[in-house]
């Protein structure tokens, strides 16, 4: 595996993808984006 959490004891293909969305530089990007946009309205 090369996406290990050893805190999950699970792999990244492992994690559900409300989890992955969490964890994931994506899933952080759209928080972002839609904080910003919100702020924006």
Do not use: C, D, I, W
Request: proline content about 7%; cysteine-free; aromatic content about 10%.
């Amino acid at each position: 595996p090369v996406f290990y959490f050893p805190a999950l004891e699970k792999t990244f293909a492992e994690l559900p993808a409300e989890e992955k969305n969490q964890r994931s530089h994506r899933g952080k990007a759209v928080r972002k984006l839609l904080a910003a946009l919100s702020s924006m309205l």
